[in-house]
């Protein structure tokens, strides 16, 4: 079947009504588009035999908190359609604002204890809008399955609690980060730093790399492993960190002490453009 392009809520409904009807499993993988390999790798995972697979690019005004990111924020629908059709998508639900959102939204999802430190501290409102589109996206798609990526690790673990506590009927797969040559997370975003931002972003890798590795060395102290890290975000004039954290990777809470598996977290700013990415590392046996 050729790929499906979707601006109504009703449209999709009835796509996806059909795709049951044949028995297919409904498989989902919801973006903001100005797609890239880190979408693909995640449209890879979801493509199934008899799966219908569906790809949903919108960007969600209500998970901004800041309206030039918003704004500036890239939209190349034609080309993201052509990339889900050599994907081998089955439905591209591109809505509009107004189909979204016709009226003022009322209705709002909030997953507390995880939102409380990383991008939730900085990010006001933030996952609060996420978990709010989702829903309703949930609604709509009604999937088996939805892929989020790790690159997005206290995203995927919000969604993961959300859909726990409020019992939705879905199961959620996490997907790997896909990089870049040089390390750096693949993110829309990236095609707006300048070439020397863009070179100054590797630093992020190899700052939780960096951690990471002390983390496997037997480190205990979360305060160490973090100078470690910062240490080389800090030596690159033109990366600004935001924060550098050592959470537990379900709770996102802050740990006193490493012993178990952790997620070591990163948010920087290169110019105007924020950048996160994390990796998540655990202790050996014997520390
Ligand atoms: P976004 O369009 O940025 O909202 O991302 C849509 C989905 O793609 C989210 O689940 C992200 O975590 C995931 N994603 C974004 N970048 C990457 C990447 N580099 N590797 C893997 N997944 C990614």
Redesign the pocket.
């Known amino acids: 079947m050729s790929l499906v392009v979707a601006r109504t809520i009703a449209q999709a409904r009835a796509l996806v009504a059909e795709a049951r009807r044949q028995g297919r499993s409904i498989e989902f ?6 797609l ?1 390999e ?2 693909g ?2 449209m890879d995972l979801a493509r199934r035999p008899q799966g219908f697979l569906v790809v949903s690019i919108f960007v969600n005004p209500i998970q901004f908190d800041r309206a030039d990111d918003y704004e500036r924020y890239p939209r190349t629908l034609e080309a993201d359609v052509e990339f889900c059709r050599r994907r081998g998508v089955d439905l591209v639900f591109a809505p509009s604002i107004e189909e979204m959102y016709p009226q003022p939204q009322r209705a709002f999802v909030e997953v507390t204890g995880l939102t409380e430190h990383l991008c939730g501290r900085f990010r006001p409102g933030h996952f609060r809008g996420v978990a709010t589109v989702v829903t309703k996206l949930f609604g709509i798609v009604q999937p088996d399955r939805a ?6 690790a206290q ?2 673990a919000v969604v993961r609690r959300m859909v726990r506590d409020l019992n939705m009927p879905v199961e959620i797969v996490a ?5 870049e040559a040089d390390g750096l ?4 975003r990236n095609g707006r730093l300048s070439p020397a931002e863009r070179s100054a972003a590797s630093a992020i890798y190899r700052a939780l790399q960096a951690a990471a590795a002390q983390v496997r060395a037997g480190a205990r102290d979360p305060a160490v492993v973090r100078r470690a890290g910062l240490a080389l975000l800090q030596a690159e004039p033109l990366l600004r960190p935001e924060y550098f954290d050592i959470v537990d990777p379900e709770e996102i809470q802050p740990v006193l002490m490493i012993e178990s598996e952790v997620l070591i977290a990163c948010a920087a700013w290169a110019g105007t453009t924020r950048l996160i990415d994390s990796l998540r590392a655990t202790p050996p046996l014997n520390a």
């Open positions: 993988v919801p973006t903001m588009g100005a890239h880190g979408h790798s995640l892929y989020f990526g790790e690159k997005d995203q995927l997907c790997p980060t896909v990089r997370a693949m993110s829309s």
